[in-house]
């Protein structure tokens, strides 16, 4: 699982799944960015997540058109699945859920927890503060009643129903008057939100028509926030339509199968899966499917069981989400056999002919400004991958002298690599900086016995500058000037040898650690002097 392609999983808004080896569900989360988000479960975190990684075997996705997208299909699949992480994520009531009592004229409010008292329960939702205010706007729009007087033995109007936020049913209004509010409530909060958009819309022309201008404004602004909230319950194929579609390929070996249980257009589950052509025909998959879920009917490259027919606009957005579904599942499915990272991390240890492998690498930039008091910061990779709890930031004493790089660099490693001896070691220690910043080294070596033990196990190495750092300054050198980065490393003998970077996906890894280690002491440094100007 550590080797996964990460490269593969696209920068994009979607829903991800964890699987174990017999492909359960582990996890499902959500993700602005699929590809940064995955990768931070590489990293070391809290004990539910380390435990879950380390039954993790795969990682699948759905690729969406936005994050309202994702946190709605997020929440239908976490229901279908029930997974096992989520659920324990969800044993911290982390989850809000819109109430509706089981009473004649009944309480509708958040909770947090689910108990069988014959309740309706429409969620879970995440945005707690925006419900709130949405039941705001609903109440004044319908009127709902907000007090706990259930029994109504209080034949006394309260000031909600002066303030008309209530129709007073403790004395006024009737049980005719008072289900439409709570049905037209749970249906907006369900995706149906038509009727009170329709409502509020009169509402705001007859405030025109009386010149109630002022009202009509507020009116306006629940509208939007309204609109703004059904956008994340946004059917991902806006269509009204409920059922089953199936569609089959064939890719390379392998049919792959999906399916999609849509409930009034909204995509309430995905199921994926690829089997091997020898195991089954078209036809005898087809019959295995309709078995399972309802008969299939053909339509033109794909299969339906629907409540209603398809029209072709409808039947074009659905292709689309198919054909998402499609390129994202086949595209995960090959994080078994790629290992993209992992084939990087090769090819770095063979152009540069490393001596390790480099799993571990960690690079240090020493920052300062001109006069100013320098410092330093390391960044690390694993496996291809930011891990945050290497990270180390370095305060440079002040008996360095200012502007002694090298100076500081010497300082850096004895704390590195010296003062704490038990600290884990990396396979690559790349140094921002060409041949003398390797001298550095070599003065450890004569100065510091306990430093060649260290050098016998890490491979130190620099990264050079060349005449100009930005590839985008490629163009702009003098005449005969080479601006081309390089790799400064040592042979058997610890002379210095160079090998020019050519900017490939696998060197990207090196510029992205340098670029991290870079940020990474310069906001440390900035810190620093803040304390001091203050």
């Known amino acids: 699982m550590e080797n996964i392609a990460l490269n593969n999983i696209p920068q994009e808004p979607g829903v991800y799944f964890f699987k174990d080896k017999k492909d359960i569900v582990l996890y499902i989360g959500k993700a602005k960015n699929l590809q940064k988000r995955v990768a931070q479960y590489f990293a070391a975190g809290s004990v539910w997540k380390q435990d879950m990684m380390q039954k993790a075997e795969k990682v ?3 690729v969406v058109q936005n994050e309202s997208e994702a946190l709605y299909l997020e929440d239908n699949l976490i229901k279908q699945h029930l997974p096992e992480y989520n659920n324990l994520l969800k ?7 819109l109430k509706i009592t089981k009473h004649e004229y009944p309480e509708i409010y958040l909770t947090r ?6 309740s309706t329960y429409i969620g879970p939702k995440h945005n707690t503060q925006e419900l709130k205010k949405l039941l705001q706007y609903l109440r004044q729009i319908l009127q709902r009643r907000g007090c706990k007087n259930i029994q109504f033995k209080q034949k006394k109007l309260c000031s909600d129903y002066y303030f008309g936020l209530c129709k007073g049913r403790c004395a006024l209004a009737d049980l005719g008057s008072y289900q439409p509010i709570t049905a037209a409530i749970a249906s907006f909060f369900k995706g149906n939100t038509k009727p009170i958009e329709q409502e509020i819309r009169q509402k705001m022309k007859n405030a025109i028509d009386q010149q109630h201008f002022e009202r009509a404004g507020k009116l306006r602004d629940i509208l939007l926030s309204l609109q703004a909230f059904t956008e994340q319950q946004t059917a991902v194929i806006a269509s009204p339509i409920t ?19 849509l409930y009034q257009g909204k995509v309430i589950d995905v199921i994926r899966q690829k089997i091997n052509k020898s195991d089954y025909d078209k036809e005898s998959l087809l019959a295995n499917l309709s078995a399972t879920y309802n008969s299939f009917t053909p339509l033109d490259d794909h299969y339906v069981a629907l409540t209603k027919k398809l029209k072709k606009a409808e ?16 595209v995960s499915t090959s994080f ?5 990272l992992n084939d990087l991390l090769s090819t770095l240890q063979t152009r540069y002919q490393f001596e390790n492998f480099p799993y571990r690498m960690e690079l240090l930039d020493i920052s300062h400004l001109s006069g100013g008091r320098a410092s330093g910061g390391i960044s690390c990779l694993l496996g291809g991958i930011p891990y945050f709890k290497g990270y180390r930031r370095y305060k440079i004493s002040s008996k360095v002298k ?12 004895i704390r590195r690599f010296l003062s704490d001896k038990e600290a884990t070691l990396p396979d690559i220690f790349i140094l921002d900086g060409g041949k003398g910043q390797l001298h550095v080294i070599k003065e450890l070596l004569e100065e510091e016995p306990a430093f060649q033990e260290i050098f016998d196990k890490v491979v130190f190495v620099g990264l050079g500058k060349g005449a100009a750092r ?5 163009g702009k050198q003098k005449f005969g000037e080479d601006i081309t980065e390089k790799i400064y490393s040592f042979d058997a003998s610890l002379k210095i040898k160079e090998i020019k970077i050519i900017y490939d996906d696998a060197d990207k890894l090196l510029i992205k650690l340098r670029n991290e280690a870079h940020r990474f002491a310069n906001a440390y440094r900035q810190k620093q002097m803040s304390k001091e100007w203050k």
């Open 60 to 62: 699948d996705f759905i």
């Open 91 to 97: 044993a911290d009531n982390s989850y809000t859920y």
């Open 113 to 118: 927890k689910k108990i069988p008292d014959g």
């Open 243 to 261: 059922g089953h579609i199936l569609e089959i390929r064939e890719i390379g070996e392998r049919r792959v199968y999906v399916v999609l249980y």
């Open 315 to 330: 039947a074009e957005e659905i292709n689309k989400f198919l054909q998402r579904c499609f390129e994202s599942f086949v």
């Open 336 to 340: 078994e056999k790629e290992n993209l």
């Open 402 to 413: 200012q502007q002694d790089d090298y100076a500081a660099l010497k300082e850096v490693l």
């Open 470 to 474: 930005k590839t985008t300054n490629i």
